[in-house]
């Protein structure tokens, strides 16, 4: 039998797992996760999330990947197979190659706006340009057909220029990925605590005229401020869960593949626990000190209240690095850029890994064949989110709307839905299955660290039972609702403001001493004022009159309500978010619905004419994006269904040599 | 910056740090087990 391959080094070994775990999320998904769910509310649910699910997850995956690689397995399907005596298991075993492949599709894409940000950032691009013509400047780049340097398809140029990279050195095996590991993580680590240090630092100094209350302080305030209430809150605790998900590559099948190159005598418990802490360093402690202070620093806390998002890292910060003068700006864009590429290589790279691990072990590919026809999936698979957009573009030709449909769909069911689905069965296989003392054994084998018993209780019910709460509290989330509660003494304004929160469609409206209070879903404020991201910029732009001093938003998920309503035979309303009402476009559905009932309400005059048509463009984007979300998830079922297939062949062909 | 935020983001920094050192060095200090065949049969 050929040598198998195995890691150079246990520290490149490490390098290349906290690799894998690093990624964009750490920078970008974190921070805004921390803010839309509360701030320091968010952290301690996190925590324990991260100890009662992260960790035991990370051990179980590590193990379960040792011990298939040690019978010639490297990819999900068959590692499955030799814990699980039925034949059923190896088909959950495809979610570890479909969720990689996949998410290798959109992630490629999101790596080469990085890459091209930093050529950006070294070609001066951003030298000058206001905050809004930096934020268009990213979405000019999206929409392919509107170049930013004169090339045309820049975006699908950066991405197969991206790709071909990715695929050049996963063709060169493991050691490839060990190398970048040894120079990307230690690099990435090296530009974030730069940054972070300047976040860290920053304070009131870069207040401006235009924003004179801006200060750092505030958005370390808002993400640390511990808030002990929110432990009872469910929203908060399935987004903590799906972050620590997230944020550990956990339940992709990228964690198996690469233990499965552990020699067996070897540890994985410190190895685990080492690459899990790594991910945690450069999450909570860099991760919280970049975007936020820095933002708020120059915009204010409001601003980033309002704009929390994905797309800060590429529509705010290269205005914000402008203001450091010509050469710190440069050095900062290529700083940050340079640590997303970093970030973000490191994890494609893994996600290419068990693909090529199965094909190379069930057909026989030559190594390079394998890394090649990897990098030819992604494109077929990747091309369809470049080019899968809808814009809209105003009078003056310059784009109004924009929105990714497809990236979107691979994003929620690949990188998403499937992680957790996957997870769950393998927690299940591993604890239940395979049998939790056997389980046991094999994460303590050789073991450089002792493993508190506690764990392997938690690994047999906690995380299964976490897992199980966030399946089914994604599949069945009910409406998300906003309470406003004002701070008004006078009964003049207090009136007022009753009457405005009616007009706008609030409900439970209702006034206690010198409080007045109303609520709302977010499904319906979303259909209301599809413009506007969220209360708060409904606040701002209405005619209430509040300032941020006498107001305060409260999110709940109703729970309580909702079984009571299941009980009596009301039915259980779902939020747009669950993913029931994703798999029904119901958000999609309830805006077209409100454009055909403002319309139904429209006359003859010129005026209403103008308006009707308005409408029907909407809803023509709505239904654009529709068809675009059903391509997506058409592609993805192809993508499931062939894997899949290949894996009933492999087993064919095992069974015929006497292997199956 | 308020005490509380303080606190807390010192104390969640400080545990993940230290405990990343702690891990780390015992990642260095341990030395590599003797390069010898996987042992199969020994598995059950």
């Given at each position: 039998m050929a040598k198998q391959e195995q890691w150079g080094s246990r520290v490149g070994?490490?390098?290349?797992?906290?690799?894998?775990?690093?990624?964009?999320?750490?920078?970008?998904?974190?921070?805004?996760?921390?803010?839309?769910?509360?701030?320091?509310?968010?952290?301690?649910?996190?925590?324990?999330?991260?100890?009662?699910?992260?960790?035991?997850?990370?051990?179980?995956?590590?193990?379960?990947?040792?011990?298939?690689?040690?019978?010639?397995?490297?990819?999900?399907?068959?590692?499955?197979?030799?814990?699980?005596?039925?034949?059923?298991?190896?088909?959950?075993?495809?979610?570890?190659?479909?969720?990689?492949?996949?998410?290798a599709s959109y992630y490629c894409y999101i790596e080469s706006w990085t890459l091209s940000y930093v050529f950006h950032s070294i070609g001066d691009t951003f030298t000058g340009v206001s905050q809004a013509d930096t934020s268009y400047f990213f979405l000019r780049y999206i929409d392919v057909s509107k170049s930013t340097t004169g090339i045309p398809f820049e975006g699908v140029i950066f991405f197969v220029i991206c790709l071909v990279l990715n695929t050049y050195i996963l063709s060169k095996g493991l050691s490839g990925v060990e190398k970048v590991a040894k120079i990307g993580v230690p690099m990435l680590i090296g530009f974030g605590a730069l940054l972070a240090i300047r976040g860290l630092t920053l304070g009131t100094s870069a207040a401006s005229p235009e924003y004179p209350e801006a200060n750092a302080w505030e958005g370390i305030n808002f993400l640390w401020t511990p808030q002990f209430d929110s432990l009872?809150?469910?929203?908060?605790?399935?987004?903590?869960?799906?972050?620590?998900?997230?944020?550990?590559?956990?339940?992709?099948?990228?964690?198996?593949?690469?233990?499965?190159?552990?020699?067996?005598?070897?540890?994985?418990?410190?190895?685990?626990?080492?690459s899990g802490f790594a991910n945690e360093f450069v999450e909570v402690v860099?991760?919280?000190?970049?975007?936020?202070?820095?933002?708020?620093?120059?915009?204010?806390?409001d601003w980033v209240l309002d704009n929390a998002?994905?797309?800060?890292?590429?529509?705010?910060?290269?205005?914000?690095?402008?203001?450091?003068?010509?050469?710190?700006?440069?050095?900062?864009?290529?700083?940050?850029?340079?640590?997303?590429?970093?970030?973000?290589?490191?994890?494609?790279?893994?996600?290419?890994?068990?693909?090529?691990?199965f094909v190379k072990d069930e057909f026989k590919l030559p190594h390079k064949v394998a890394a090649w026809s990897f990098g030819l999936i992604i494109l077929l698979f990747g091309l369809p989110t470049v080019l899968g957009y809808v814009s809209g573009y105003d009078e003056n030709g310059k784009i109004s709307f924009l929105a990714q449909p497809i990236f979107d769909e691979y994003d929620?069911?690949?990188?998403?839905?499937?992680?957790?689905?996957?997870?769950?069965?393998?927690?299940?296989?591993?604890?239940?299955?395979?049998?939790?003392?056997?389980?046991?054994?094999?994460?303590?084998?050789?073991?450089?660290?002792?493993?508190?018993?506690?764990?392997k209780y938690i690994l047999k019910y906690i995380t299964p039972l976490l897992l199980l709460f966030v399946f089914v509290g994604s599949l069945i989330t009910p409406p998300s609702i906003t309470v406003v509660k004002a701070d008004i003494k006078d009964p003049s304004k207090q009136e007022f403001l009753q009457n405005q929160m009616q007009e706008a469609g609030f409900v439970d409206i209702k006034v206690k001493g010198n409080s007045v209070q109303g609520e709302m879903s977010k499904n319906d404020f979303k259909a209301l004022f599809p413009g506007i991201k969220d209360f708060r910029g409904w606040i701002e732009t209405s005619e209430t009159g509040l300032t941020k001093e006498n107001y305060r938003l409260?999110?709940?998920?109703?729970?309580?309500?909702?079984?009571?309503?299941?009980?009596?035979?009301?039915?259980?309303?779902?939020?747009?978010?669950?993913?029931?009402?994703?798999?029904?476009?119901g958000a999609q559905h309830q805006r077209i619905?409100?454009?055909?009932?403002?319309?139904?309400?429209?006359?003859?005059?010129?005026?209403?004419?103008?308006?009707?048509?308005?409408?029907?463009?909407?809803?023509?984007?709505?239904?654009?994006?529709?068809?675009?979300?059903?391509?997506?998830?058409?592609?993805?079922?192809?993508?499931f269904s062939g894997i899949a297939f290949l894996v009933y062949m492999a087993y064919l062909k095992r069974k015929k040599e006497g292997r199956a | 910056?308020?005490?509380?935020?303080?606190?807390?983001?010192?104390?969640?920094?400080?545990?993940?740090?230290?405990?990343?050192?702690?891990?780390?060095?015992?990642?260095?200090?341990?030395?590599?087990?003797?390069?010898?065949?996987?042992?199969?049969?020994?598995e059950a």
């Open positions: 070994l490490i390098l290349a797992m906290a690799g894998n775990a690093v990624g964009l999320g750490n920078f970008l998904r974190f921070p805004v996760q921390a803010v839309n769910n509360g701030g320091g509310a968010f952290i301690i649910p996190y925590l324990i999330c991260f100890l009662l699910m992260g960790i035991p997850l990370l051990w179980m995956e590590w193990g379960m990947g040792r011990f298939g690689g040690k019978m010639g397995n490297h990819s999900t399907p068959f590692i499955f197979d030799t814990l699980g005596r039925k034949r059923l298991w190896k088909y959950f075993g495809v979610f570890g190659i479909f969720t990689n492949i996949a998410v009872a809150n469910p929203k908060v605790w399935l987004a903590a869960a799906g972050q620590i998900f997230f944020t550990l590559s956990l339940g992709m099948g990228t964690i198996h593949c690469y233990a499965s190159y552990v020699r067996s005598k070897d540890d994985i418990a410190l190895n685990a626990t080492t860099l991760g919280s000190l970049i975007v936020i202070p820095i933002a708020a620093g120059y915009l204010g806390i998002g994905f797309g800060m890292a590429f529509q705010t910060m290269p205005f914000l690095f402008q203001q450091w003068g010509l050469v710190l700006a440069k050095i900062a864009g290529v700083l940050w850029f340079g640590l997303l590429f970093f970030a973000g290589i490191t994890s494609s790279l893994a996600m290419g890994t068990p693909w090529i691990g929620y069911w690949a990188g998403t839905v499937s992680l957790v689905v996957f997870a769950l069965a393998e927690a299940i296989l591993f604890a239940w299955v395979f049998g939790i003392n056997k389980g046991w054994k094999e994460i303590n084998r050789g073991a450089d660290m002792r493993i508190p018993g506690i764990f409260n999110d709940y998920q109703d729970w309580g309500l909702e079984f009571n309503n299941l009980i009596s035979g009301k039915g259980w309303n779902l939020d747009n978010e669950s993913l029931i009402k994703r798999v029904m476009n619905q409100l454009h055909k009932e403002a319309m139904a309400q429209l006359g003859e005059s010129r005026e209403d004419l103008k308006a009707r048509e308005n409408h029907t463009d909407q809803i023509q984007l709505i239904e654009q994006q529709i068809m675009l979300a059903n391509i997506g998830r058409t592609l993805l079922v192809i993508l | 910056m308020n005490t509380s935020a303080l606190i807390t983001m010192v104390l969640t920094h400080g545990t993940v740090i230290s405990l990343l050192i702690y891990f780390s060095r015992k990642v260095l200090k341990t030395p590599p087990k003797a390069e010898q065949a996987d042992d199969e049969s020994e």
